[in-house]
């Protein structure tokens, strides 16, 4: 696991070195501009061929510190620098004014760079034909929405089709939750010292680009101590979790899993979710739907052993049809109840019956099965061993919540969510988010906008299913169903392109995708 750190765990380490070690602050601050020069470099940003044009925004704290120091190292390696300044050098920190006076001084000796304080909107054109444009205003310094002459200079910088940096933080961003209205859009974020929580939250996901993490010259163990409570998920952590095929498995011992998916309407949930089921390696899965579904699920999914309820006119779930589905309940190793089961009034009865009569058992709550628990409902109910998936909107109605208020702290309202419930959160989204009972939570690093479609969560219903059966312990079976189900679709865009892949495919790459982990060092 990476772990991910709060604005305040960064500067704490920074006050650290600074007070108690004795690191010159300046020297952390021509540290971190070596650093992002290196980055930027390696990283292709400027041109090993030919003069690169580069416009650089400096705020009055050390951010701009940081880019003044960086515009001179870019400066000195021959490429065209504009510095566009948006304070005097009297209001600048005492490290961003020593690296004012020192790129001023350049300028007298070095050409190819240009210096101006800004005054109004018509100075960003200053920087139109630049070919890189680097945002070092405001960093992790901002707190609040940005308004007057910050506001419009992101709101027009960010219209320009030059490739864009940010320096530790796109100005705009929340450092700690990932919220921001106004948002410099990077192509590259260069996070300094530790890797901020907020780029890979909500909107930083979106507006921070590739990520990197730059150097101040302390190493990593002086934030290794940092208890935090916050990581990105790795690849080696989920070929460490997957459960090894031992010669001795038979069908049963290789898990056993019981899917509550489809109604009248939506057998194509059921299938799916059946698919995901198999294709992730769990030995036994079991599909309870309508007696009316009967034929287009034995058309698809023929492997599958079928538990049907009703008779032909049954469209879905209700609460008498719970007795002949009872065995089937108890003998799972996992259950996953949701996907397509429709929203009656009857079903949701279900959904409630079979929490209350089984507070033990490993239930994925997914899709539909997530409003029987809507506006504090889940109170009511023991939900140790059972998981939700909602995406954003779900997550609100589940909590009673306005959708705006949850954006702007995702951290906060899911670690509150599972504090009360006891049970696992995987909030799904462009960067899906695990969240566990200990208080910690995990962002996913893989998936893509080809997820964006009907029963592409169907499919990871079923992956939820089968690896809680296999592998036992939920948190981590959430974790790597997760996170192989948005390889996955990694994998499916490099072949297809992210319009070109269906749910379909997407649990038939899921064996490739296995194998290649397994494969892996």
């Known amino acids: 696991m990476i772990p991910l750190f709060s604005n ?15 690191f010159p602050s300046l020297l952390l601050m021509e540290n971190a501009a070596s650093s992002l020069f290196t980055i930027i470099s390696e990283k292709g940003f400027l041109d090993k061929t030919r003069t690169s044009s580069v416009g650089i925004l400096c705020g009055k704290g050390n951010n701009g510190g940081d880019g003044f120091a960086l515009a001179r ?29 020192l790129l001023l001084k350049s300028s007298s000796d070095y050409k190819n760079i240009k210096m101006k304080k800004y005054k109004n909107v018509r100075d960003i054109n200053l920087l139109r034909s630049c070919h890189l444009i680097v945002d070092a205003i405001l960093g992790s310094g901002t707190q609040g929405e940005l308004r007057g002459d910050i ?15 940010a320096v530790d933080v796109p100005t705009g961003l929340n450092a700690d939750t990932g919220y921001g209205e106004t948002i410099f859009k990077a192509d590259l974020t260069i996070s300094l010292g530790g890797l901020k929580q907020g ?33 990105l998920v790795e690849q080696s952590d989920i070929k460490s979790f997957l459960p090894l095929k031992s010669r001795k498995l038979n069908k049963y011992s290789a898990g056993k899993v019981f899917l509550l998916t489809g109604s ?24 309870a739907i309508p007696a009316s579904l009967q034929k287009i699920i034995l058309e698809k999914r023929p492997e599958t052993v079928l538990n049907f309820y009703g008779d032909r006119t049954t469209e879905f779930l209700s609460p008498e049809h719970y007795p002949s589905l009872r065995e089937k309940i108890n003998w799972a190793d996992s259950i996953a109840i949701g996907s397509g089961i429709g929203k009656d009034e009857a079903t949701r009865e279900f959904v409630h019956l079979l929490l209350k009569n089984h507070p033990n058992k490993k239930i994925v709550i997914d899709a539909d099965a997530i409003q029987a628990f809507s ?18 909107g779900e997550f609100c109605s589940l909590i009673g919540e306005e959708k705006t208020t949850v954006e702007k702290d995702l951290l906060y309202f899911g670690k509150e969510f599972v504090k009360v419930t006891k049970a696992v959160l995987g909030l799904k989204g462009p960067r899906t988010i695990i969240f566990t009972p200990d208080g910690k939570s995990f962002i996913n690093p893989t998936g893509n906008e080809g997820l964006a479609k009907f029963g592409s969560g169907d499919v990871l219903t ?48 899921i064996p490739f995708t296995l194998k290649e982990i397994n494969d892996s060092l």
């Open 151 to 165: 506001k419009d200079i992101i709101e027009t910088v960010n219209k320009f089709h030059a490739k864009k940096i």
């Open 462 to 509: 079923g992956m939820l299913a089968s690896f809680i059966a296999q592998i036992h312990d939920v948190k981590l079976a959430v974790l790597s169903a997760v996170y192989l189900h948005g390889l996955a679709a990694d994998q499916l865009k490099g072949k297809k392109s992210a319009y070109g892949f269906t749910p379909r495919d997407l649990a038939d790459q």
């Open 73 to 101: 190292k870019i400066a000195l390696a021959g490429h065209k620098v504009t510095v566009l300044h948006l304070s005097d050098k009297k209001n600048l920190s005492p490290d961003a004014s020593i690296n004012y006076d």
């Open 264 to 287: 009248k309407g939506f057998g194509g949930a059921a299938v799916l979710s059946a698919n995901g089921a198999f294709k992730s390696g769990v030995g036994a899965v079991v599909l």
């Open 375 to 392: 506006k504090n409902i889940y109170n009511k109910f023991q939900l140790k061993n059972s998981v939700f998936t909602p995406h954003l």
């Open 199 to 231: 780029l890979f939250l909500g909107e930083g996901y979106v507006a921070s680009g590739l990520i990197e993490k730059g150097n101040i010259g302390l190493g990593d163990r002086y934030l290794s101590g940092k208890l935090t409570k916050n990581f």
């Open 8 to 22: 305040k765990e960064v500067r704490d380490v920074d006050s650290f070195a600074i007070e108690q070690l004795g």
